[in-house]
């Protein structure tokens, strides 16, 4: 229907109304929805005695049509409760799923040409970000039938700012300037003599006095199997000069020569020794082919700013001795791109920064409710379907839109869709591998599985159009008949796979032998996959035919409660067939799934299954990392209150990023202590204090290094990725390499302030 044509309409259902004195009887009209202007504000976050929150739509008319009483709905991502019957009596507000909700006008609502109209609603807890306000917004319009007839993204659309009071109804003060000028007061500029040229700081360096240069006569002679080391150094330091470097495999060194061996007396194989002198010039000694990449990275380090802000013909360094190895053999990265998408673009520059860092694992989290970023070439609904986001309320083409990513499923105009081609995730593995970056792949099972489990619905549904019933269900993730009630933490309602059912280990084998196959083409060997195992809800498979039938005739399965132990062994068993490492989140070696007083499970320590601990703030979790290590498991530690990036930096409302487990900032992260992170480092970390596990001294061995997180919820394209990961990931970086500071086993809290003040001002 053309615009002229609406307008015609338009214009004669509005005399209609006028003669008829039915003035709130407005005709549906498509086009209307351009001419909204729509603006959301938060009234109050202290409704209730300050459990609820009240906000509201506010939306104006711009046009010259009015907007009906019927025939259209309002579609929005919010990642805030809200409470339906709360609504305002001209609208109802509907939950779909997730964070995907629907507004609909009723019987009471008018929206004439230059008027607006209001909507208020309540919802659980406190608003205190700018960046949780509703998104994504768009309009559908319906004809008398029901059916969608036409589909408009709100453009018109705003927010009234979170004024600094309305967030201190909730919690605590917001900074401004004031109170940041007297936190920054106990920093002091040191001098130069002073500072480490070097981040992480090394293990010991020893300045020599004098300098050296690299220029165009400078050559790179490197021992047996570190071509690659060699290449990657004569790249860097081409960057910021005008002619390549020489490199040849040979041991020489000495004045002019940069030389790179393996030396094996080092300890650990990323151990290295680098020394810079006149006589002999630069040498780089590792005890493996990692280590002489770090010494690199050290001698990277030493290049003055300027030298990387332009191009120079020559580079001085300062003469010295530096002898270095790791903390944690485990120095981790983690990034989702499942919730909103960066391309492999913006991959390649987060692997180059924990190289430049010396980080060395890369979790890649390619799966969850809201996405699935890896083409399976068996499977290809997972990425035709499970990709995209956009309007829909059956996800029959693709997934339901979520965290703002509006109503067209086009990677062009939305971080929600978009996937790496087989040939991507093979660059990024080879880029990573480069760089001595051992990537994680994750899929997560059984909860957190949506994306997957929609996509080979689909996949069912059109080969039973072909009559190929037995192939549709071959990878079926579904249990047709299961009347189960449950909401994920992320308020799905279908997002647990059937792990009753033979097919969801069918289907998990062909994607870990694909992923399998695409390393073996790139050369890249795979050592861990990640299966996720976290947040499955409570209720999940209680009321699933599938799984009575499975529980009656399975004598290892008790009830629904043994499930995930059973889903993790079967996992277990099917990775170590392929010389594979199963790791999972925190919850895989609890008990349950996690659910109730949380007591671990120790049946898959045996199997060196390993644990990444994440929730450190809920109930007793706190000791929680410690208490998985006692009962030896290897553990990761990405403890949220310190190293999940994503959460905002402090309560300012314009501030980006989450803060349901509090805020980080790069102090924050600085100050985590692995080995002691039960002993608070705050006064107001002291409740209940005495009641937390300590790290057995034997179990000091089974943590296996720190991870930070990035979870991309809030991000929105490369720009605001880079915005969350630096420089916090600085900060990570010291913590995971850098010796153990003396302050972390301070019992004295007082003298553990000083110590740590002392280190921070040296940091920042």
């Known amino acids: 229907m053309d615009k002229l044509k609406v307008s015609l309409i338009s214009v004669v259902c509005t005399l209609c109304m006028i003669l008829s004195g039915c003035q709130k009887e407005v005709q549906p009209v498509t086009t209307v929805g351009e001419y909204i202007s729509i603006e959301w504000q938060l009234i109050s976050n202290s409704i209730n005695n300050g459990d609820r929150y009240r906000a509201s739509f506010t939306m104006?008319?711009?046009?010259?049509?009015?907007?009906?009483?019927?025939?259209?709905?309002?579609?929005?991502?919010?990642?805030?409760?809200?409470?339906?019957?709360?609504?305002?009596?001209?609208?109802?507000?509907?939950?779909?799923?997730?964070?995907?909700?629907?507004?609909?006008?009723?019987?009471?609502?008018?929206?004439l040409p230059g008027e607006t109209a209001t909507v208020e609603f309540d919802g659980r807890g406190n608003v205190i970000k700018d960046d949780r306000a509703p998104k994504g917004l768009y309009f559908v319009f319906a004809d008398d039938q029901g059916n969608e007839i036409?589909?408009?993204?709100?453009?018109?659309?705003?927010?009234?700012?979170?004024?600094?009071?309305?967030?201190?109804?909730?919690?605590?003060?917001?900074?401004?300037?004031?109170?940041?000028?007297?936190?920054?007061?106990?920093?002091?500029?040191?001098?130069?003599?002073?500072?480490?040229?070097?981040?992480?700081?090394?293990?010991?360096?020893?300045?020599?006095?004098?300098?050296?240069?690299?220029?165009?006569?400078?050559?790179?002679?490197?021992?047996?199997?570190?071509?690659?080391?060699?290449?990657?150094?004569?790249?860097?330091?081409?960057?910021?000069?005008?002619?390549?470097?020489?490199?040849?495999?040979?041991?020489e060194s000495g004045t002019g020569i940069i030389?790179?061996?393996?030396?094996?007396?080092?300890?650990?194989?990323?151990?290295?020794?680098?020394?810079?002198?006149?006589?002999?010039?630069?040498?780089?000694?590792?005890?493996?082919?990692?280590?002489?990449?770090?010494?690199i990275q050290s001698l990277l380090h030493l290049v003055a700013v300027d030298g990387y802000q332009t191009t120079q013909s020559s580079i001085e360094l300062s003469a010295l001795s530096i002898s270095d190895a790791p903390r944690f053999g485990y120095?981790?990265?983690?990034?989702?791109?499942?919730?909103?998408?960066?391309?492999?673009?913006?991959?390649?520059?987060?692997?180059?920064?924990?190289?430049?860092?010396?980080?060395?694992k890369f979790h890649f989290h390619l799966t969850d409710d809201e996405g699935w970023r890896i083409q399976i070439e068996e499977l290809p609904e997972l990425t035709e379907l499970g990709a995209f986001r956009g309007h829909t309320l059956n996800d029959k083409n693709h997934l339901q839109p979520a965290y703002g990513s509006g109503p067209y499923p086009d990677p062009d105009s939305s971080y929600g869709s978009g996937y790496y081609t087989r040939k991507d995730y093979k660059d990024i593995i080879q880029y990573a591998h480069e760089r001595h970056i051992e990537v994680i792949p994750e899929f997560d099972v059984p909860g957190h599985a949506r994306a997957a489990i929609k996509a080979m619905e689909a996949r069912y549904h059109r080969l039973m159009e072909q009559g190929r019933e037995k192939e549709a269900n071959r990878y079926l993730l579904t249990d047709w008949n299961d009347e189960s009630v449950y909401l994920s933490a992320q308020e799905f309602n279908d997002n647990v796979?059937?792990?009753?059912?033979?097919?969801?280990?069918?289907?998990?084998?062909?994607?870990v032998d694909d992923v399998l196959e695409m390393h073996g083409e790139a050369d890249v060997p795979l050592n861990t996959i990640h299966m996720g195992g976290d947040e499955v809800p409570e209720g999940a498979w209680e009321k699933s035919p599938v799984c009575a039938e499975?529980?009656?005739?399975?004598?290892?399965?008790?009830?629904?409660?043994?499930?995930?132990?059973?889903?993790?062994?079967?996992?277990?068993?099917?990775?170590?067939?392929?010389?594979?490492?199963?790791?999972?989140?925190?919850?895989?070696?609890?008990?349950?799934?996690?659910?109730?007083?949380?007591e671990i499970d120790p049946s898959f320590a045996e199997n060196g299954v390993t644990i990444y601990s994440w929730d450190n703030f809920t109930g007793g979790n706190r000791d929680l990392g410690y208490r998985v290590a006692n009962a030896?498991?290897?553990?990761?530690?990405?403890?949220?209150?310190?190293?999940?990036?994503?959460?905002?930096?402090?309560?300012?409302?314009?501030?980006?990023?989450?803060?349901?487990?509090?805020f980080v900032d790069t102090r924050k992260v600085f100050e985590f202590m692995p080995l002691n992170f039960t002993d608070p480092m705050h006064e107001s970390d002291t409740q209940n204090a005495d009641e937390f596990v300590e790290l057995?001294?034997?179990?000091?061995?089974?943590?296996?290094?720190?991870?930070?997180?990035?979870?991309?919820?809030?991000?929105?394209?490369?720009?605001?990725?880079?915005?969350?990961?630096?420089?916090?990931?600085?900060?990570?970086?010291?913590?995971?390499?850098?010796?153990?500071?003396?302050?972390?086993?301070?019992?004295?809290?007082?003298?553990?302030t000083v110590a740590f003040t002392e280190d921070w001002i040296r940091f920042a």
């Open 632 to 662: 030896n498991y290897p553990v990761v530690l990405c403890n949220a209150t310190n190293l999940y990036f994503e959460l905002a930096s402090n309560r300012e409302p314009r501030e980006p990023g989450d803060y349901f487990a509090g």
């Open 259 to 295: 030389s790179l061996q393996v030396n094996t007396e080092n300890a650990g194989s990323e151990a290295y020794r680098l020394e810079i002198s006149g006589e002999n010039g630069v040498q780089i000694r590792g005890a493996g082919p990692a280590g002489v990449f770090y010494g």
């Open 331 to 360: 120095r981790g990265m983690h990034l989702d791109v499942s919730r909103n998408f960066n391309g492999k673009e913006a991959v390649f520059k987060l692997l180059d920064l924990m190289a430049f860092y010396k980080l060395n």
């Open 550 to 598: 499975f529980i009656k005739e399975n004598d290892a399965v008790d009830g629904v409660d043994d499930l995930p132990g059973y889903f993790v062994e079967r996992l277990g068993e099917m990775l170590s067939k392929h010389g594979l490492t199963l790791a999972g989140w925190q919850e895989i070696a609890m008990r349950g799934g996690g659910h109730g007083d949380s």
């Open 497 to 511: 796979i059937s792990v009753c059912k033979e097919s969801a280990y069918r289907f998990y084998e062909t994607v």
């Open 150 to 251: 036409d589909t408009t993204a709100v453009e018109n659309y705003s927010f009234q700012r979170i004024g600094p009071g309305q967030v201190t109804e909730a919690l605590e003060f917001v900074p401004d300037a004031e109170s940041r000028f007297k936190a920054n007061q106990q920093t002091e500029k040191l001098e130069v003599s002073n500072l480490t040229p070097i981040l992480p700081t090394p293990g010991n360096i020893q300045h020599q006095g004098d300098t050296v240069n690299i220029n165009g006569d400078t050559q790179i002679h490197y021992g047996n199997g570190l071509q690659n080391e060699a290449r990657f150094l004569a790249d860097a330091l081409g960057k910021n000069m005008d002619i390549d470097l020489d490199i040849s495999e040979n041991i």
């Open 60 to 111: 104006e008319n711009l046009g010259e049509e009015p907007l009906a009483n019927s025939g259209w709905s309002l579609f929005f991502n919010y990642r805030h409760n809200i409470l339906e019957e709360t609504t305002s009596d001209n609208a109802e507000i509907r939950f779909i799923n997730g964070d995907f909700y629907r507004l609909l006008p009723t019987e009471n609502f008018e929206l």
């Open 696 to 752: 057995n001294s034997s179990a000091k061995n089974n943590i296996k290094g720190l991870q930070a997180h990035l979870w991309s919820e809030p991000i929105k394209g490369p720009d605001s990725l880079e915005y969350f990961y630096a420089p916090k990931i600085l900060a990570l970086a010291e913590r995971a390499w850098a010796s153990q500071p003396a302050w972390e086993m301070m019992g004295n809290s007082g003298q553990r």
